[in-house]
């Protein structure tokens, strides 16, 4: 823990800056466990304890979700992320992340045209004939203002804020600091792997920070649907965009959110529905590239019932095998197969124990309940939502794809139901679940497995006698090792550590007060208090090596 606290050193004024918010939201008992007992001393005196114990009595999920929206960008996209994880969180958790929203001020507007020419690496007036310093969205990330190019194009042009990186990887790094304390002080939470979720929060805010990746995804869902007249991506004006800045087409219609203005535009809102989930089915199912998040605000309808997705920050992507996982997942579900459907999600735990007897009968408890539910009346948000509570009960922990891809099926219907109140999302995904079922058995595609197959037969047939002599030439050679992966080993490496650290410091001590001992008896040297100084010194350090030596162990002793 050492070495990590002093890695979290150079950002030692935005760790109490969080531990301040996390104290005013009564969150302090939680950093106290995470070790910031020495920033909270010095900010403890900021509030009063009647403030505390106020916020206390609001729910956990609201109080973590005021602190992150006070925490500012980095920790409100961690919400949102963290709001994909219904595998983790109970659904009041859930409901709360989702609630987060970018409340931040949009850049001054004196600074915007500077900053614009120089994404651009040219004078505005070069590309643009009108320009609107007003925005018409800003996010924590970037803003966005509407403009027209010379060619008379209206755009919406996408602003990086400025600094934003700097101060987004100093968070970063807090963040994998505050995961590993989690993961060390709270003993029971491991297996939800803290800095696993932080790294895949990384990744997906380092690619939000890039507006140019955000364009190779635009482009990327334009080409998989160029052939659907009813899914419009905006176009990317690449000699205008790069990661500062992302110039796109302006897409004008009906957001998402204004249901009430569908009907006077003349559009079907059940047809909409219907248009809408079949475009993320296909991302989902076909493509193996979808959108992560197609709530209402990335959404827009056009004349003609078309729709329009923007903002391609957070994007999901699924390969072939884990694609097949899906739908056979989902053809169990629709089978009402409690075995195959126990056996797909046990698939997916990796090497989380699993108690597989007590998990294939709460499967089959869970699927009693949809029993005698009609395949077009079933719920599949509930249903989602009832398969990720029993995968918490077990404390399996699915792979970060699958929990995105869930939160955009509950997302979706949630979307579709928005439009029309008898929509359900199993009929638009049981004609996609039976194509690809009648696909994968196809003569062509079984020739095809069959080729790669034989293929791959002979290939390790081929490369077997090399394999063979480069073993026998590292037994000769003293080189050939077997690696084993212990449950609990890890664990029990770190323990050794800690009481290797616990020992060596012990008999750090002991010298000491030896030294200590024998210098006191040397009337010479600097005097203290009428004391040999080096000698009081030494008894000083003896004694806070001591004192810490019992905390340690009085610490250690309350997690077991």
């Not at 969080?18 to 950093?31: D, K, N, P, S, Y």
Request: net charge neutral; hydrophobic share 45%; glycine share 6%.
């Amino acid at each position: 823990m050492l070495r990590e606290t002093l890695l979290a050193m150079r950002d030692l004024p935005r760790l109490r800056e969080i531990t301040a918010i996390l104290v005013h939201h009564g969150l302090g008992r939680f950093a106290e466990r995470l070790g910031l007992s020495s920033a909270m001393a010095q900010v403890a005196k900021l509030f009063s304890h009647t403030q505390v114990e106020a916020a206390a009595s609001i729910p956990t999920p609201v109080r973590l979700r005021l602190a992150f929206e006070e925490l500012g960008p980095t920790f409100i996209k961690l919400g949102q992320i963290l709001s994909t994880r219904v595998d983790v969180f109970p659904p009041e958790w859930i409901a709360e992340f989702e609630k987060l929203q970018n409340r931040v001020p949009p850049i001054a507007a004196s600074q915007v045209k500077a900053l614009v020419s120089k994404a651009l690496g040219r004078p505005l007036d070069e590309v643009f004939d009108d320009f609107e310093v007003e925005p018409i969205g800003a996010a924590s990330i970037a803003q966005v203002h509407k403009a027209r190019l010379k060619d008379g194009t209206v755009v919406a042009i996408k602003l990086r804020r400025p600094h934003i990186v700097a101060k987004v990887e100093a968070d970063l790094r807090i963040l994998d600091h505050l995961a590993y304390l989690i993961e060390m002080e709270f003993p029971e939470t491991r297996h939800y792997q803290a800095r696993e979720i932080v790294a895949q929060f990384a990744r997906s805010l380092k690619r939000e920070l890039d507006l140019a990746a955000e364009g190779r995804s635009m482009d990327r869902f334009a080409r998989d649907f160029r052939e659907d007249p009813y899914i419009v991506v905006p176009r990317v004006h690449w000699d205008y965009s790069n990661s500062e800045i992302n110039v796109q087409d302006y897409i004008a219609g009906i957001a998402g959110g204004r249901l009430e203005l569908l009907a006077a535009a003349g559009l079907d809102a059940g047809l909409l529905a219907r248009r809408g989930a079949d475009a993320v089915l296909k991302m989902i199912l076909i493509n193996g590239f979808f959108h992560a998040d197609p709530h209402p605000g990335n959404v827009f309808y056009l004349a003609d019932n078309r729709i329009a997705f923007i903002d391609f920050g957070m994007v999901g992507r699924l390969s072939h095998v884990r694609r097949d996982e899906i739908v056979d997942l989902l053809s169990a579900l629709a089978r009402r197969d409690e075995r195959a459907m126990s056996d797909a999600l046990i698939e997916w735990t990796g090497r989380n124990p699993v108690d597989e007897q007590r998990f294939a009968y709460d499967v089959s408890e869970l699927m009693f309940q949809y029993e005698h539910v009609p395949l077009g009346q079933l719920n599949i948000s509930q249903l989602i939502i009832d398969i990720m509570a029993l995968i918490r009960d077990h404390h399996i922990v699915l792979p970060a794809d699958l929990a995105m891809l869930f939160k955009a099926l509950i997302t979706l219907e949630g979307l579709g139901r928005q439009l029309d109140p008898d929509f359900y999302l199993v009929d638009q995904l049981t004609p996609f679940v039976h194509t690809l079922i009648k696909a994968r058995y196809h003569p062509k595609a079984l020739a095809q497995k069959g080729r790669q197959s034989l293929s791959d037969g002979i290939a390790m047939l081929a490369g077997l006698p090399h394999d063979l002599i480069r073993m026998a030439r590292d037994v000769r050679q003293g080189k050939f090792r077997i690696n084993l992966d212990l449950a609990r080993l890890d664990n029990f490496g770190r323990q050794i550590d800690k009481s290797s650290n616990r020992l060596t410091m012990g008999i750090v001590t002991g010298c000491l007060i030896i030294g200590s001992s024998i210098v006191m008896t040397v009337n010479a040297g600097p005097m203290l208090f009428g004391l040999p100084l080096f000698g009081f010194l030494g008894f000083m350090v003896a004694m806070l090596n001591s004192l810490w030596l019992i905390f340690s162990i009085w610490r250690a002793g309350k997690e077991y």
